[in-house]
């Protein structure tokens, strides 16, 4: 089985050599059965991280443009083997559960059109010598809940003939809720398939948690941002003929102004503004659902410090997309 693994990276230099031999500690290139191709994607690097990268075994891409969407087309369209069988999409920042990871993530691909590795922050997966700040955001969760139904950006894989079949528009910040629809419903050509996301069992990455409220928030006006331009970008793709829709995205894909254009023509829109509002409601409406859990004091201050941390991102998302700064940002 050939297998490509593109690891996508952004002024990583600090960190991408350790990231490099955590990979050729990897025993798929070792395995008989695959043939395996690595390659560091530096897009936009301005710290030399390309650099920082070379060694033997590895290839080097040096992509003076940035953007993870725009290095997601070019691996997929154009980087990668052509007749390869997989293709492995990891961020540079990682760290693999154990030297089985990326073999054992590639064989549980099956009939999946994606398999997610379970990413789990660092402070969950040790947790000595933690803050207190570090214990309240470890205990909001050791990861993603949702990692075998949605798309994990950090570490996932593909069939190479199923990732050619999409295009994602250059810009996007939160590429990955992005394709998850696409794969879904194959571009918006169908209703949604959920048997095509599945989790590998066992297999798990590593992620640097934020480890300041500011830098919480900061990720959080990220996803909301990314979500609200995902929107406009569907409404974009499904204003075309069903019959055009992959090709609107291959549009996407060569035309860096496309995503603007679509945002300009389709927000702010009224009443919501550039965000919708369900970003800023959304823990009151799930509040709403068991309204006797709110005569538990606890449970009531943390609806209370849970929607003020929530309205709080919510402007500074409505802020930063009214100053265009939402595009381009990963």
């Avoid at 940035?66 to 760290?95: C, E, M, P, Y």
């Amino acid at each position: 089985m050939r297998v490509d693994i593109g690891v996508f990276a952004h002024n990583e230099a600090a960190g991408i050599a350790a990231m490099v031999a955590r990979l050729l500690a990897q025993d798929i290139l070792r395995d008989p059965a695959f043939s395996v191709r690595v390659l560091v994607l530096a897009n936009g690097c301005l710290d030399g991280t390309a650099a920082q990268a070379q060694r033997d075994g590895v290839e080097v891409v040096d992509l003076p443009e940035g953007g993870k969407s725009r290095t997601w087309n070019r691996f997929v369209q154009d980087l990668a083997r052509r007749h390869t069988d997989v293709l492995v999409f990891a961020d540079a920042d990682i760290a693999f559960c154990d030297a089985g990871a990326l073999r054992r993530l590639v064989q549980a691909l099956d009939a999946h059109w994606v398999i997610n590795s379970q990413p789990v922050k660092d402070i969950v997966a040790r947790p000595e010598g933690l803050s207190g700040m570090d214990k309240i955001i470890a205990a909001a969760g050791g990861g993603l809940d949702d990692w075998k139904t949605a798309i994990c950006g950090q570490l996932y894989a593909m069939p190479a003939a199923v990732a050619r079949r999409f295009h994602l528009p250059i810009g996007l910040p939160v590429e990955d809720g992005f394709l998850r629809a696409m794969v879904l419903t194959d571009a918006l050509t169908g209703p949604e398939d959920f048997s095509r996301i599945a989790g590998a069992d066992g297999v798990f990455h590593i992620y640097s948690s934020e480890r300041s409220i500011n830098a919480l928030i900061g990720h959080q006006v990220r996803i909301v941002i990314g979500s609200a331009i995902n929107f406009a970008a569907f409404g974009a793709v499904s204003a075309v003929p069903v019959a055009q829709r992959h090709a609107e995205l291959a549009r996407a894909a060569g035309d860096p102004g496309w995503l603007g254009a679509v945002l300009r023509k389709a927000l702010p829109r009224w009443p919501f503004g550039f965000v919708p509002g369900h970003f800023l409601i959304k823990r009151l409406t799930r509040a709403a659902a068991t309204p006797r859990d709110l005569l538990r004091p606890k449970r009531l201050l943390v609806t209370i410090l849970g929607f003020g941390f929530d309205l709080v991102v919510y402007c500074r998302a409505q802020w930063a997309m009214w100053r265009g700064t939402g595009v381009g940002h990963w």
